[in-house]
């Protein structure tokens, strides 16, 4: 719902017993997802730290280690820590194209979260931000620190060739500094490179099974060194680094550049701990009664890719007007509610996000995913439409005008999602029974003057008001054609014009062309000097040819809108009609200006003369 001030308005299985669930210990083993704060252990002492290499270095000289005397140890790397003063400057570092952490690289995940923020900072204020880095690093935004200087042997071309001494300084090192148990390897084995990897899936409500999370970023890291994958169209991800030994996985719940999944507070970024392991890691998020946040987190990631980076059918890309400054923050509510769009500038006041998303209904039991997903495509319609129009443009249009085209968005997209899936999406119904697809709508009850299919009968083939049956049910008049048409299970036939002629329609009246030069055979027409008139078509009547003959359109439900347009598109109501649109009038007369062909104006007034009476 938009709100109105500025804001209008990997999987683990289920347990058939809780005993049998794995305690929060057992699941940062395996990777998990309890939700909650992230909680750490204590800091470790760091074997890449510059000092700790120079020093395991002096032992293999000592203890005259062939070639320990050549290694260059010197800063490859520098650990650093930001600290942005508000989401403005957290904004700014995404533009950084830095992997940026918000828990310390020298502490181990103890109990796996869905965020982390530091105790020491305020809700308010954005956690800090870790990252390394390489010698000579210069930004000037945002504050910054260097924590430790670093030195990765495994990088250095210097000599990780020389495959026995990289082992020997790295053990040495992790011996010094007390961490010989993140090594896990026999005493004479150095373990080969290997390159983390492995799927993200989460559960959909629809489809019954899991489905590929696209676009997901995947983070491997071991202490100083990092690794990270973007997952592809099937879910599967590998990162750009190569390790040796066991990491620690997580997925960070955001997009670089176009949005951020934040966990109850706009400054908090929701995050999977995933575990510490040598090997792939495949995740399988939620279940059909699953309650752990991060199979929302999911759904709403796929829905927000969806939108930003894959098939749009013509939409405009959403992403912020000064997405160079800020991407759009999408915090989740694990409550409940639907979701909301405050605008798209920044906001000082405290847990206001750009757009919020809410996980349960009002009885308290949680939303389908799909109508999670559907929810997260209409605020983000609302997002790209404050940008198509403007700030001021957008708040000054009418709710109906606003609600309606992110309905028709919400509507088009997640009929695209669940139709590249194998699923038709009109053979299933959300929010409440009433359907994306709005062919029930009545424009009676709460709201429903506001969320219309105003837009969505634009693009649709389906008139609602003389379909009863599925999905519109309209209750149709005992004569459907009063008068002389004759109908024939789906119109009213009015006549046919003389073999030879033609029948066709000429300012609202039925028409067909003469024989010879002015010659009107057929009973009660008569020649205008041109062609020949058979008869007026009713006011309140929509005629059509079909097969050489003359048609009305049956009458309808009077509780539904008379739908009979058809032809626009979506990008062409995106680009033509929406920036003209404030309220029915200015969208009337936008519709009427950008007819497709064949179209006419009073096909146009029969549609919208019921929301003009509403």
Same mark, same amino acid.
């Given at each position: 719902?938009?709100?109105?001030?500025?804001?209008?308005?990997?999987?683990?299985?289920?347990?058939?017993?809780?005993?049998?669930?794995?305690?929060?210990?057992?699941?940062?083993?395996?990777?998990?997802? +309890?939700?909650?704060?992230?909680?750490?252990?204590?800091?470790?002492? !760091? +074997?890449?730290?510059?000092?700790?290499?120079?020093?395991?270095?002096? #032992?293999?000289?000592?203890?005259?280690?062939?070639?320990?005397?050549?290694? @260059? !140890?010197?800063?490859?790397?520098?650990?650093?820590?930001?600290? =942005?003063?508000?989401?403005?400057?957290?904004?700014?570092?995404?533009?950084?194209?830095?992997?940026?952490?918000?828990? /310390?690289?020298?502490?181990?995940?103890?109990?796996?979260?869905?965020?982390?923020?530091?105790?020491?900072?305020?809700?308010?204020?954005?956690?800090?931000?870790?990252?390394?880095?390489?010698?000579?690093?210069?930004?000037?935004?945002?504050?910054?620190? *260097?924590?430790?200087?670093?030195?990765?042997?495994?990088?250095?071309?210097?000599?990780?060739?020389?495959?026995?001494?990289?082992?020997?300084?790295?053990?040495?090192?992790?011996?010094?500094?007390?961490?010989?148990?993140?090594?896990?390897? /026999?005493?004479?084995?150095?373990?080969?490179?290997?390159?983390?990897?492995?799927?993200?899936?989460?559960?959909?409500?629809?489809?019954?099974?899991?489905? /590929?999370?696209?676009?997901?970023? *995947?983070?491997?890291?071991?202490?100083?060194?990092?690794?990270?994958?973007?997952?592809?169209?099937?879910?599967?991800?590998?990162?750009?680094?190569?390790?040796?030994?066991?990491?620690?996985?997580?997925?960070?719940?955001?997009?670089?550049?176009?949005?951020?999944?934040?966990?109850?507070?706009?400054?908090?970024?929701?995050?999977?701990?995933?575990? @510490?392991?040598?090997?792939?890691?495949?995740?399988?998020?939620?279940?059909?009664?699953?309650?752990?946040?991060?199979?929302?987190?999911?759904?709403?990631?796929?829905?927000?890719?969806?939108?930003?980076?894959?098939?749009?059918?013509?939409?405009?890309?959403?992403?912020?007007?000064?997405?160079?400054?800020?991407?759009?923050?999408?915090?989740?509510?694990?409550?409940?509610?639907?979701?909301?769009?405050?605008?798209?500038?920044?906001?000082?006041?405290?847990?206001?996000?750009?757009?919020?998303?809410?996980?349960?209904?009002?009885?308290?039991?949680?939303? =389908?995913?799909?109508?999670?997903?559907?929810?997260?495509?209409?605020?983000?319609?609302?997002?790209?439409?404050?940008?198509?129009?403007?700030?001021?443009?957008?708040?000054?249009?009418?709710?109906?005008?606003?609600?309606?085209?992110?309905?028709?968005?919400?509507?088009?997209?997640?009929?695209?999602?669940?139709?590249?899936?194998?699923?038709?999406?009109?053979?299933?119904?959300?929010?409440?029974?009433?359907?994306?697809?709005?062919?029930?709508?009545?424009?009676?009850?709460?709201?429903?003057?506001?969320?219309?299919?105003?837009?969505?009968?634009? !693009?649709?083939?389906?008139?609602?008001?003389?379909?009863?049956?599925?999905?519109?049910?309209?209750?149709? =008049?005992?004569?459907?054609?009063?008068?002389?048409?004759?109908?024939?299970?789906?119109?009213?036939?009015?006549?046919? =014009?003389?073999?030879?002629?033609?029948?066709?329609?000429?300012?609202?009246?039925?028409?067909?062309?003469?024989?010879?030069?002015?010659?009107? /055979?057929?009973?009660?027409?008569?020649?205008?000097? *041109?062609?020949?008139?058979?008869?007026?078509? +009713?006011?309140?009547?929509?005629?059509?040819?079909?097969?050489? @003959?003359?048609?009305?359109?049956?009458?309808?439900?009077? #509780?539904? +809108?008379?739908?009979?347009?058809?032809?626009?598109?979506?990008?062409?109501?995106?680009?033509?009609?929406?920036?003209?649109?404030?309220?029915?009038?200015?969208?009337?007369?936008?519709?009427?200006? #950008?007819?497709?062909?064949?179209?006419?104006?009073?096909?146009?007034?029969?549609?919208?003369?019921?929301?003009?009476?509403?």
């Amino acid at each position: 719902m938009l709100a109105i001030m500025l804001l209008m308005g990997c999987q683990k299985p289920e347990f058939d017993n809780e005993d049998d669930k794995p305690s929060s210990a057992e699941y940062a083993k395996q990777g998990g997802e +309890p939700d909650g704060q992230t909680v750490l252990g204590p800091k470790l002492n !760091v +074997p890449y730290k510059k000092a700790v290499m120079q020093a395991a270095k002096d #032992n293999l000289v000592n203890r005259g280690v062939v070639g320990a005397s050549s290694i @260059n !140890v010197r800063t490859t790397h520098q650990y650093i820590r930001f600290l =942005p003063a508000n989401e403005s400057e957290l904004d700014k570092l995404d533009q950084t194209n830095l992997i940026l952490f918000d828990i /310390p690289l020298d502490r181990e995940v103890l109990t796996p979260g869905t965020h982390f923020h530091d105790p020491r900072i305020h809700d308010t204020l954005p956690t800090y931000q870790y990252t390394m880095v390489e010698p000579g690093f210069a930004y000037g935004d945002v504050q910054w620190e *260097v924590l430790n200087n670093a030195y990765i042997p495994e990088d250095d071309s210097q000599i990780n060739s020389d495959t026995t001494l990289v082992q020997e300084l790295i053990k040495e090192a992790f011996t010094i500094t007390g961490n010989q148990r993140f090594l896990e390897t /026999p005493k004479a084995l150095f373990p080969s490179k290997w390159r983390p990897k492995g799927r993200v899936r989460v559960w959909d409500d629809v489809i019954e099974s899991l489905v /590929p999370v696209k676009g997901c970023q *995947v983070r491997a890291w071991r202490f100083f060194k990092i690794g990270v994958g973007y997952t592809n169209s099937q879910g599967y991800y590998s990162a750009n680094k190569e390790f040796r030994f066991k990491v620690w996985y997580a997925i960070k719940w955001e997009r670089p550049g176009d949005f951020r999944i934040c966990d109850g507070i706009n400054l908090w970024t929701a995050r999977y701990d995933g575990p @510490n392991r040598r090997g792939d890691w495949n995740v399988d998020i939620g279940g059909s009664s699953s309650t752990y946040k991060n199979m929302r987190f999911a759904t709403i990631h796929r829905a927000a890719n969806r939108y930003y980076n894959e098939d749009r059918g013509g939409l405009d890309d959403p992403s912020l007007f000064l997405s160079w400054l800020m991407k759009l923050n999408i915090t989740y509510k694990h409550s409940e509610g639907t979701g909301n769009f405050s605008g798209n500038w920044p906001s000082t006041f405290y847990d206001i996000s750009h757009i919020r998303i809410f996980g349960k209904n009002d009885d308290g039991d949680f939303r =389908p995913t799909q109508e999670v997903f559907s929810t997260t495509i209409h605020e983000i319609g609302h997002s790209s439409h404050y940008k198509k129009v403007g700030a001021f443009n957008f708040w000054q249009t009418s709710l109906q005008i606003t609600e309606s085209w992110a309905d028709a968005i919400e509507w088009w997209l997640t009929r695209l999602e669940y139709n590249s899936q194998g699923i038709n999406y009109e053979d299933f119904d959300v929010n409440d029974g009433s359907g994306d697809w709005k062919q029930r709508w009545t424009g009676s009850g709460e709201f429903n003057d506001t969320y219309t299919p105003l837009f969505i009968d634009l !693009v649709d083939n389906l008139n609602q008001a003389t379909t009863a049956i599925e999905p519109s049910f309209a209750t149709l =008049p005992p004569d459907q054609c009063p008068g002389d048409p004759w109908f024939d299970g789906a119109n009213c036939l009015v006549g046919s =014009p003389p073999t030879g002629t033609s029948a066709f329609i000429y300012n609202d009246n039925f028409y067909y062309t003469p024989i010879g030069c002015c010659e009107c /055979p057929l009973p009660g027409s008569w020649y205008d000097g *041109v062609n020949c008139k058979v008869m007026d078509i +009713p006011v309140y009547r929509i005629g059509f040819i079909y097969s050489n @003959n003359w048609y009305l359109h049956p009458l309808g439900d009077p #509780n539904r +809108p008379y739908d009979v347009l058809k032809g626009w598109t979506m990008a062409q109501i995106e680009d033509q009609i929406i920036p003209n649109s404030y309220g029915l009038t200015s969208t009337r007369t936008a519709i009427k200006n #950008n007819r497709p062909s064949g179209m006419t104006e009073k096909r146009v007034d029969a549609y919208l003369d019921f929301y003009f009476n509403l």
